[in-house]
C-alpha cells in the first residue's frame, strides 16, 4: 500500500486516482477547479464514464480516496505523484506544457522528503528531464527526486477497465529506486493471473510511445476511410473489404471501422502534437500530415452525401443522432459533430441534434442547434437524419417509425451502423461510407 497523489481530475487523473485506490493505495486526489473538486467530495462525478461513480463512492467510503485543492497537502502526504493535468494544443502548434510545467513548480514548492514524480500527461519526449531541470533549479538538490513516464493508454467510455486490464504498462525511468517501487504499484496488474507486461525504458522513449501509438491508431483510421472513399467509387464493399483485410494477423481486425474520422481529446491533438515535435527535431513527418489531412475532410462528406439529395441545403432540417466523439462519454473535445454541425449552419440548413449523454456539453457551447431529448424527437419533420455517434441504443431504432415522421427518408450512417439492405427495405434512401453507390 502507497501513499499516492494524483493531480488532476479529469477523465485520466480521476479514473487513475480511483482506481489506485481500488488497488489497496491510500490516495488523495487534487484540482485546481474548486466546483469539480467539491462536486466530488458531494459524489458528483464531472465527467460520463461508466462505472466511475460507483467505484469512486465505495473507495471514498472506504477512506482510500479522498479529494482536496490543496497540492501542499499532497505533496507532503505523499510519496508518489502522477501528474494528469491536461496539455492542450498550443496556439499555433505543438503541444502547451504550461499545465505540467505549474504542477511541476509547485511539487517543487511543497516537497518534503524523496519522491517519485509520475507523468501520466502526454508530453512530447524531453518533457520528463525539462520536470528533472525546473524542479532541481527550485530546490538547489535539499531532497531527492526522480521522474518517471508513465503514459496512459486508457480509452474514455471503457477507462477502468483499461486501466486495470491494460495491453501493457510502459515505465519509463533510469533509477532503479523508482523503478521497483512502480512496479511494486503495478504488482496487482502484472502478476498472475492478469500478467499484464512491464516495459521498462527510459524516459524519452516511454513519451514517444505514446505519441507514436496514438499517430498509428489514427493513421489506420484515416486509411481505412479512404480506402471507403476508393470503394464508393468502384462499386466495393468496405466492411467485406476491412474484413479480409484485418483476418491478416499483420494487420489486425481493431480500428478498420469507415466512417466520418477521428475526435476527441486525444488523436488529433496528439497527431498535431507529434508533428511539430518531429517539425522541432529536423524532420517532416509526411505520414502523420496526411493522416490528419484525410481526417479534417472526412465528417465534410456528410455534407456532399446530402448534397447529392438536396444541392441546396438551404431551409432543409437535418436531424444528428450522437454528438460527442465516441459512443459512452460525453466529450465533445474535437468531436466531428462540430464540423459538421458548422458546414450545415454554414450551407443553411436547420439542425436538431440528440445525444444520450452529451446534450448538457453540447447545450454550453451553444451550437446553433435545437436539443432533443430522443433519436425520435429529432428525426420527426427532418429532410434527412445522420448517424454522427455509434451508440448502441440508435442500432435498436425502429426505422420504420422513424421514416413515417420525417419529412423524406433520407439516412447518412456516418459510422455504418445499419444494415443498407435492412434500411433500403425500411424505405430509406441510404448512404453509408465506402459502401458502393448509394442505395435507395
Ligand atoms: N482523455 C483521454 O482519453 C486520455 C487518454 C490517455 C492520455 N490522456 C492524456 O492525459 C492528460 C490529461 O487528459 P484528460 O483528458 O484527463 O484532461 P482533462 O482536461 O479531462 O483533465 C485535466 C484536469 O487537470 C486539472 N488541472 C489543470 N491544471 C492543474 C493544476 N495546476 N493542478 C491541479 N489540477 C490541474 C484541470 O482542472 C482538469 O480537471 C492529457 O495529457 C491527455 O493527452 C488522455
Keep these: 500500500m502507497k501513499k499516492i497523489c494524483v493531480v488532476g481530475a479529469g477523465y485520466v487523473g480521476l479514473v487513475t486516482a480511483t482506481c489506485l485506490a481500488d488497488l489497496g493505495n491510500e490516495v488523495i486526489c487534487i484540482d485546481v477547479d474548486e466546483d469539480r473538486i467539491e462536486g466530488l467530495k458531494k459524489g458528483i462525478m464531472p465527467i460520463f464514464e461508466p462505472g466511475l461513480a460507483e467505484l469512486v463512492e465505495q473507495n471514498c467510503q472506504q477512506e482510500r480516496l479522498r479529494f482536496s485543492l490543496s497540492m501542499e497537502e499532497g505533496v507532503r502526504a505523499s510519496e508518489v505523484i502522477f501528474v494528469a493535468v491536461g496539455t492542450p494544443p498550443r496556439e499555433g502548434g505543438g503541444v502547451d506544457l504550461k499545465f505540467v510545467e505549474a504542477v511541476a513548480a509547485e511539487i517543487a514548492t511543497h516537497m518534503n522528503s524523496y519522491k517519485i514524480i509520475v507523468n501520466k500527461s502526454t508530453v512530447p519526449a524531453g518533457t520528463g528531464a525539462r520536470m528533472q531541470d525546473l524542479i532541481r533549479a527550485q530546490r538547489n538538490g535539499d531532497f531527492d527526486f526522480d521522474i518517471v513516464s508513465n503514459p496512459e493508454f486508457l480509452r474514455e467510455g471503457s477507462a477502468i477497465n483499461d486501466f486495470k486490464r491494460p495491453d501493457r504498462i510502459v515505465l519509463g525511468c533510469t533509477s532503479e529506486r523508482a523503478l521497483d517501487a512502480m512496479r511494486a504499484l503495478y504488482d496487482p496488474l502484472s502478476i498472475p493471473p492478469l500478467e499484464t507486461p512491464i516495459i521498462a525504458t527510459n524516459v524519452e522513449s516511454a513519451e514517444m510511445i505514446k505519441y507514436a501509438s496514438n499517430a498509428f491508431l489514427a493513421t489506420k483510421i484515416s486509411f481505412i476511410n479512404e480506402i471507403a472513399n476508393v470503394c464508393e467509387r468502384v462499386g466495393a464493399d468496405i466492411d467485406t473489404v476491412a474484413k479480409g483485410m484485418g483476418m491478416d ?128 424527437a429529432t428525426v420527426a419533420g427532418c429532410d434527412a437524419m445522420v448517424v454522427v455517434t455509434e451508440w448502441d441504443a440508435f442500432k435498436e431504432l425502429d426505422l420504420v417509425r422513424i421514416r413515417e415522421s420525417m419529412l423524406s427518408p433520407v439516412l447518412i450512417d456516418g459510422r455504418n451502423i445499419y444494415d443498407p439492405t435492412v434500411v433500403a427495405e425500411a424505405g430509406f434512401h441510404y448512404d453509408g461510407f465506402g459502401r458502393g453507390s448509394a442505395a435507395s
Excluded at 477521428?262 to 502534437?273: I, L, M, N, Q, V
Design 249 to 376: 494477423s499483420r494487420i489486425g481486425p481493431r480500428f478498420l471501422h469507415a466512417g466520418i474520422g477521428y475526435g476527441g481529446s486525444c488523436f488529433p491533438k496528439d497527431t498535431e502534437g507529434l508533428l511539430e515535435i518531429a517539425r522541432d527535431a529536423g524532420y517532416d513527418l509526411r505520414i502523420v500530415d496526411a493522416v490528419m489531412k484525410v481526417n479534417d475532410v472526412q465528417p465534410l462528406r456528410v455534407i456532399e452525401k446530402l448534397q447529392r439529395v438536396f444541392p441546396d441545403l438551404g431551409g432543409r432540417t437535418v436531424g444528428l443522432l450522437g454528438l460527442s466523439f465516441k459512443p459512452n462519454t460525453d466529450d465533445l473535445r474535437a468531436a466531428p459533430s462540430e464540423r459538421i454541425i458548422e458546414s450545415l449552419h454554414a450551407a443553411g440548413a436547420k439542425i436538431k441534434a440528440y445525444d444520450p449523454v452529451a446534450g448538457e456539453e453540447a447545450a454550453k457551447r451553444k451550437w446553433p442547434i435545437e436539443l432533443c431529448r430522443s433519436a425520435y
